[in-house]
């Protein structure tokens, strides 16, 4: 196998690791949305409502999935990005560079280089400061449930 095929190759499981960590960061959000739904819909049909226990636990487990989710996941999604950036740039060392690209970095590989340039459009922002806000978001949510238990006691 010469080095053209290899690169190839390593390129393919580069991107079916990126996309399975990428999953695995999709599921542990799913799983956190469903927790908490679950949490707060349990304490709601509690009676009398008004357990502001149960949301300040919501908002614990909230914090403990941010934690996992933007501190170890992303952070093994992004080297396998890196990574898979690497290869491209090896590849167009090699050649392996598509014909009339616009873009003089584009190889033939460069599905990883083109998704992280479109990720950092979307809101013109990182994708980890993209994590935070949702994390931030949902938990401003749960804060403002809390302050509402809270006075309601």
């Not at 819909?41 to 933007?70: H, M, N, Q």
């Not at 999604?77 to 560079?97: D, F, N, P, S, Y």
Request: hydrophobic share 50%; net charge positive; glycine share 8%.
């Amino acid at each position: 196998m010469d080095e053209k095929q290899a690169i190839v190759e390593a390129w393919k499981q580069t991107v079916a690791t990126q996309m399975h960590f990428n999953e695995m960061g999709m599921k542990l959000r799913g799983l956190a949305l469903t927790l908490l739904a679950a949490i707060l819909t349990a304490e709601s049909l509690v009676k009398p409502p008004g357990g502001w226990l149960a949301v300040c636990a919501a908002l614990i487990s909230w914090a403990a999935f941010y934690l996992l989710d933007r501190w170890y996941y992303y952070y093994l999604l992004i080297g396998a990005v890196l990574h898979g950036e690497a290869l491209e740039l090896r590849a167009k060392e090699l050649g392996l560079v598509l014909p009339g690209a616009p873009d003089s970095r584009d190889s033939m590989l460069g599905l990883t280089y083109r998704i992280s340039k479109l990720n950092q459009e979307g809101w013109k922002t990182l994708g980890k400061y993209k994590l935070d806000m949702y994390y931030v978001v949902i938990a401003l949510a749960v804060l403002v449930l809390l302050v509402l238990r809270w006075r309601g006691r």
